[in-house]
């Protein structure tokens, strides 16, 4: 009887038609960070700063640590190189005033590294926009009067201005283990390494020489009632309580920055997750390192600069933020989607 029943549900599923395949689903944005919500007003419909034309824009890359060797963990310093040309092809595609490379252009690669900066700066040749370098703790694998030469610097720290907004360039380094041998910055980076043994030697100081240019130009922006925006590769505020990847003077600069009375933002690399965080009217921002992009990712950014506000773009991991300027500061942060950036302002890397 069993054989008989086995028999006639085998027949009966013989004769039905075969079962459709399973469709594959569209592809769909899988947000990496659940916890955000996206607010209503930074919508473009809605955004009241979106029917305002930006006064310029620019580009921020940070942390590109490219070499010619073998991955490192999470670092993945050969592919750095592609990552490099998608963001240039993604930067071109804006009308921007200008780009800043927040240091850490290459990771250091013994005698190669000079060859290693070579071949990243010609990737960076196709970048329709003026692209200016900050000095970062890896780019001093080449010694410093030859990479001021490659990226065409003058100094390691400089101005420049652009529709009534000034913008500061520091070297983070410039008291430093990399400092010139005999050199005053030499000896007051061994002062501060014998008095705290533990400071780690891949950040450095401000020296005073420099402070001292910081000060001036910031008063000099003051009386020209100008906005300031400081670029730096190391951060001034510990990045979610770790201390060990500031400047190792960071409470002096801090006080420099927050007694100005113009300083709007500081932006800098360095520290690889990225963080942010407002003290004091300031808008402290760190870009994730491009180094560390998650695969069929990238991480970089477009910052478009209006009167009362910096909207920041960001492309692969890099949140999206909208910085209020004044007194009535508030922030936007948009969700991070992967594999690449679900954008709210414009296009993505195809």
Not at 118 to 128: E, G, H, Q, R
Not at 206 to 230: C, H, P, Y
Request: proline share 8%.
């Amino acid at each position: 009887m069993r054989a008989l029943v086995a028999l006639m549900i085998s027949l009966a599923a013989a004769l039905l038609p075969p079962a459709a395949k399973p469709q594959p689903q569209p592809w769909r944005p899988r947000h990496i960070e659940e916890r955000v919500q996206v607010p209503s007003y930074f919508n473009p419909a809605t955004n009241p700063a979106q029917s305002e034309k930006p006064l310029f824009r620019f580009g921020l890359i940070a942390d590109v640590q490219y070499a010619d060797k073998d991955a490192r963990g999470i670092r993945r310093y050969r592919e750095s190189a592609v990552s490099l040309q998608q963001c240039v092809a993604e930067l071109n595609r804006h009308p921007l005033a200008f780009s800043v490379n927040l240091g850490d252009l290459i990771d250091g690669n013994g005698m190669a590294s000079r060859a290693d900066l070579a071949y990243i700066l010609k990737l960076l040749d196709p970048l329709k926009a003026r692209l200016y370098h900050v000095i970062g703790n890896h780019c001093l694998a080449i010694d410093r009067p030859e990479l001021l030469r490659m990226l065409h610097l003058k100094n390691t720290y400089y101005a420049f201005q652009k529709s009534g907004w000034r913008f500061l360039v520091l070297d983070g380094m410039d008291v430093s283990v990399a400092s010139p041998p005999g050199s005053r910055e030499s000896e007051q980076a061994k002062q501060y390494l014998q008095k705290d043994p533990k400071l780690p030697d891949y950040n450095g100081a401000i020296g005073a020489k420099q402070m001292a240019w910081l000060r001036e130009q910031l008063s000099s922006a003051k009386r020209s009632n100008q906005k300031a925006v400081v670029f730096c590769h190391h951060p001034v505020l510990p990045a979610g309580g770790n201390d060990d990847v500031v400047l190792w003077n960071y409470q002096d600069v801090l006080h420099v920055l927050e007694n100005s009375g113009c300083v709007v933002a500081y932006v800098c690399g360095h520290y690889h997750p990225g963080s942010y965080a407002e003290q004091n009217g300031i808008h402290h921002v760190t870009i994730p390192g491009m180094v560390e992009s998650p695969e069929k990712s990238n991480r970089f950014a477009i910052v478009s600069v209006f009167r009362d506000s910096l909207q920041i773009q960001g492309f692969g991991t890099v949140p999206s933020r909208v910085l209020r300027l004044g007194p009535a500061r508030e922030i936007a942060v948009i969700p991070r989607f992967g594999p690449i950036q679900a954008e709210l302002l414009g296009s993505v890397i195809p």
